[in-house]
């Protein structure tokens, strides 16, 4: 059971919940969920990702796995640096979190002797910046001042881009499949939702269904051709159309090297299993996960599984090669999680550091819904995360 909000959080909820049905009532009393979802994350001063809020780690919404443990973050460095030696240059995190991947991979390249000329974070979410500044103002001289801040892509980059649940938080549009042709899913306001807001009478949205334009129509029809039998009625499910456009982005600027990217998702066969019937779309709210994105506006991230086989379309279609894929697990492993565990001091900190890889390794935790994927340009070279697992055929 979600625990209930504050009333600094419920009057932080209430002001979105009133921008977001300004939106919607200029827009003629619909928007579709991909416009809601962008709304609810990225409204300025307003959304999950531009307003303050403990978001990450055991005080936050969820944890993601530098947080869980610096082995991860040690294993990228090790990937980045076999990357930085063929090609050189710099690495970009896209979306740093609280910072403490980027202290962990700068503290890990600098053992090896394998520092990026710079280190660069691109960050949408102000309160996430200040933490990740606070953190990284700690670290040795030599490596903080490596770290720049940038407001958007540079105009070309050689080195190594880093994605860490990134896509999964790209706004999505929804459908359903109902005898035999698709509909849009989106957002309506519900009865009463049209009246002046107040604690006791909050604005409620719900979901409402529309027929889909040519182009959801056009990419609903490619992803059931590809699948090997019918949807049912009533499968419900998530498709997200700015993959494309987001990975063109990031391909326009790389030069040469590669971008790594870790997420949960599934190769589309996969995700669009007919026995997944409601879909991948989840949120998180103090470590518990559930499926209204109508509550906690604000206060809770709304996020869904990455189709990975559209990540790899369009990495294509963008020049880009898909130079492995695999699971998070696997990934670790051929980077020498094994080795980094057998190296820690005493008896203690190896027990611990256990523990925490096998937080990151298990099935039932992080090892198999979380996926790598690495999209190159350039570079013809080995890459030990992928040595172990080969999914490509999946895709």
């Not at 669009?272 to 509550?295: N, W």
């Amino acid at each position: 059971m979600l625990s209930p909000l504050t009333a600094e959080e419920q009057a932080h909820s209430l002001r979105l919940a009133a921008h977001i049905r300004e939106a919607l009532v200029a827009a003629g009393g619909w928007l579709s969920f991909e416009r809601f979802m962008e709304l609810a994350l990225y409204a300025p001063g307003l959304g999950y990702y531009s307003a303050g809020s403990a978001k990450l780690g055991p005080g936050g919404d969820f944890v993601t796995a530098p947080e869980v443990s610096d082995l991860f973050s040690r294993c990228i460095a090790r990937q980045c640096a076999a990357v930085l030696a063929h090609s050189g240059g710099e690495i970009l995190e896209l979306g740093a979190g609280t910072g403490r991947m980027a202290a962990a991979v700068l503290t890990e390249l600098a053992a090896q002797q394998a520092l990026p000329e710079r280190y660069a974070i691109l960050e949408v979410s102000a309160d996430l910046a200040r933490r990740q500044r606070e953190r990284l103002a700690q670290l040795p001289k030599l490596l903080r001042d490596r770290v720049v801040w940038l407001e958007r892509l540079p105009a070309r980059l050689r080195g190594v881009m880093l994605a860490n649940e990134v896509a999964d938080a790209l706004p999505c549009r929804r459908f359903r499949w109902a005898q035999g042709g698709v509909c849009e899913l989106g957002v309506a306001l519900d009865a009463a939702g049209g009246e002046p807001a107040t604690a006791s009478v909050p604005i409620r949205f719900r979901e409402h269904a529309m027929p889909a334009d040519a182009g959801l129509a056009r990419a609903c029809a490619e992803i059931l051709a590809g699948l090997p039998e019918p949807l049912p009625d009533g499968y419900t499910s998530e498709l997200c159309a700015r993959v494309a456009p987001w990975i063109a982005a990031l391909s326009e600027c790389l030069v040469q090297g590669l971008l790594l990217l870790c997420d949960y998702g599934l190769p589309r066969r996969h995700y669009y299993h007919r026995q997944r019937v409601s879909g991948t779309l989840r949120c998180h709210y103090k470590q518990l996960a559930h499926e209204d994105p109508y509550i906690n506006l604000g206060v809770q991230d709304i996020t869904a599984w990455v189709d990975f086989t559209r990540v790899a379309d369009a990495a294509l279609a963008a020049g880009l090669q898909v130079q492995g894929f695999a699971t998070q697990a696997a990934f670790l492993l051929g980077c020498g999680i094994e080795q980094l565990v057998a190296q820690a001091g005493d008896g203690i900190a190896r027990a611990r550091l256990a523990g925490e890889a096998r937080r990151l390794l298990m099935p039932e935790e992080m090892g198999e819904a979380f996926k790598m994927m690495a999209l190159g340009r350039d570079v013809d070279l080995p890459l030990a995360g992928f040595a172990l697992q080969d999914l490509r055929h999946l895709l």
